[in-house]
């Protein structure tokens, strides 16, 4: 708290050419605009944090429905430029002494546990409040000893490729999903815990590319292009006899975790359309394509039920 001496020196009988002005809303603004043009020192005292006062919460003022912040803001950029004001915001005036022409009042500043002179106003202080929130300090992290051996053992080998580690953690995350087919929780936390990355990072990163997936992927990653240049090719009926073939959806995995299917909306192969691909190959597709395809990749028609009810 502080305390502020808008005046002369106490008991002196001659004029002072300062004046101290309560409130900072529009009337407030204009008096202390007005006298600091006439060569006024003014101090514009105001107890809330800026000034502008009730106008600056209207939309319109009675009775001309003008717009309150285009009457408003000259107001406020004026008093910010003029070199004759002085704001004391955030502070009450607490005493006031003397007779007409030489007053002396008190000035209480509440602290604002910042540099007023580096405010911007932008409220983050308002956020990380040490008063109003209570830090947390993370703990340490410590999945590792939860990890079982095999498991930490095929991660270190992953690492081992990367020297450079924090600046490879992209890489280490495409070696992950290559080797899993996705990106297993467990992992995602040992890297973290390794890397000293934090887990949000990491789990931000993995969510950002659609090359990576949180949720376990088949061993032939199966994508059909649904682009304008192959929807127009007849692409849906490629998806459809797909779909047919795996007996799954768009989005879903074969219950032997040996395909799992995708939509794409462009491989930039258009001049190839309709355009399939399972994991690098790129395929140009006819319907009459799609069996031949799957076969190439372990895919076999499931056996037809015999007479009896066995596979014939």
Known sequence: MAAADVSGEK???????????????IG???????????????????????????????????PTNDCAMCTLAPKLVGTARQKNIRLLTNAEVVEVEGAPGNFRIKVLERPRYVDVDKCTGCGVCMESCPVRNTPQIPKPPDFSATLAPEKRAAYDRLLARYPDRKGALVPILQDINAEYHYLP???LRYVSEVLGVPLSRIYHIATFFTAFSLKPRGEHLVRVCLGTA?????????????????GIRAGETTPD???????????????LGPVMNVG???????????????RRYG???PAAPGKDGGAR
């Open 11 to 25: 008991g002196k009988k001659k004029m002072v050419g300062a004046v101290a002005v309560i409130g900072g809303g």
């Open 28 to 62: 407030g603004m204009e008096t202390a605009i007005s006298l600091a043009e006439s060569g006024y020192k003014v101090y514009l005292v105001e107890k809330n944090p800026s000034i502008g006062g009730t106008m600056s919460q209207l939309d319109k003022t009675f």
């Open 185 to 187: 929780e467990d992992a």
């Open 230 to 246: 192959c929807h127009v090719r007849g692409s849906k009926r490629i998806l459809e006899a797909v779909e047919r073939k795996l």
């Open 257 to 271: 975790m040996k395909f799992t299917l995708e939509t794409v909306n462009c491989m930039g192969a258009c001049a």
């Open 280 to 294: 690098e190959d790129y395929h140009p597709m006819s319907v009459a394509k799609v069996d031949p395809t799957l």
């Open 299 to 301: 895919w076999a028609p």
